[in-house]
């Protein structure tokens, strides 16, 4: 990113506060979505879902047009909550916590297929590459199987750093109690990567995703990050959650953008 932009973001940011903390309710369903992504029987997942849907609603307005307004702090990871994942051997509880809600007036069918390109440069921010490999359910998600899963191979060139990494990511295709169709994407790096312009390093990162659809045909969405990241120059935990909650909301506005582009 150019120094001039970099110091529209600084400045932009200069004085904000951090986001609120979740509650624990909010927090221990994220963490559960996270844990139970691949159970057999999605009903810890369907719980959970149910129970960040109604939180999200009672915290933040999730068509607000300030990003700040809907973001929250959640709590911080243990490593059981990572169990079974390959992942970097450091403590999980060294990540910070970000969560990032917006109301997508789009419904969730419309959301998968956003999930198939392959090339994701222009849709995820701050990309200057990113190839999709799909490892499973690519023929089949989610008409008849329940997971997706992939291999992304992307270089972030974002305010703070670039860097080239791989990240896993997969998708789960579900329903709620009510019927209501849903989804959940669990994100992670197997391990760290060095930015190739200083000493920066992203240490760890997991994520859990959800989209539920409304009655009204719009998408709740809610993005819940846990990431740990090193710099050669010590930064303002703040700063770096605001530019977290700058990428997130730049990727649900992408979404929907491509969604309009290619109706």
Same mark, same amino acid.
């Given at each position: ?22 509650? /624990? ?29 109604? /939180? $999200?609603?009672?915290?933040?307005? +999730? ?15 243990? %490593? ?6 390959? #992942? ?13 809600? *917006? ?6 069918? /419309? ?19 990113? !190839? ?21 191979? =992307? ?5 703070? =750093?670039?860097? +080239? ?9 579900? %329903? ?9 994407? #669990?994100? *992670? =790096?197997? /391990?760290?990567?060095?930015? &190739?312009?200083?000493?920066? #390093? ?15 045909? &719009? $998408?709740? #969405?809610?993005?819940?990050? *846990? ?10 935990? !703040? ?25």
């Amino acid at each position: 990113m150019r120094d001039s932009a970099l110091v529209v973001l600084l400045l932009a940011a200069a004085g904000c506060d951090s986001a609120p903390a979740a509650t /624990e309710p909010f927090s221990d369903a994220a963490i559960a979505a996270l844990g139970a992504f691949d159970d057999e029987d999605p009903d810890t997942l369907v719980r959970a879902f149910e129970q960040l849907e109604g /939180e $999200t609603f009672d915290q933040v307005d +999730p068509t607000a047009a300030d990003f700040t307004k809907r973001a929250l702090t959640p709590h911080d990871l243990a %490593a059981a909550d990572v169990e079974g994942l390959t #992942r970097p051997d450091r403590d999980p509880a060294l990540t910070l916590p970000v969560a990032l809600a *917006w109301l997508s007036p789009h419904p969730v069918a /419309e959301h998968d297929r956003i999930v198939m390109v392959a090339d994701q440069v222009g849709i995820e921010p701050f990309a200057d590459s990113y !190839t999709r490999t799909f490892l499973d359910g690519h023929d089949c998600y989610p008409d008849t199987c329940a997971f997706l899963r992939t291999s992304n191979e =992307m270089v972030k060139d974002n305010p703070e =750093m670039t860097v +080239p990494f791989t990240l896993k990511k997969d998708w789960r295709a579900f %329903a709620l109690s009510d019927g209501r169709p849903a989804r959940a994407s #669990r994100g *992670w =790096m197997e /391990e760290g990567a060095d930015s &190739t312009t200083n000493a920066d #390093r992203i240490e760890q990162s997991f994520a859990i995703e959800l989209w539920v659809e409304q009655e009204d045909g &719009t $998408t709740l #969405r809610l993005l819940v990050l *846990w990431a740990e990241t090193t710099f050669e120059s010590p930064q303002d935990e !703040t700063l770096v959650a605001w530019t977290t909650e700058l990428g997130m909301n730049e990727l649900f506005q992408n979404h929907d953008g491509w969604i309009v582009d290619n109706g």
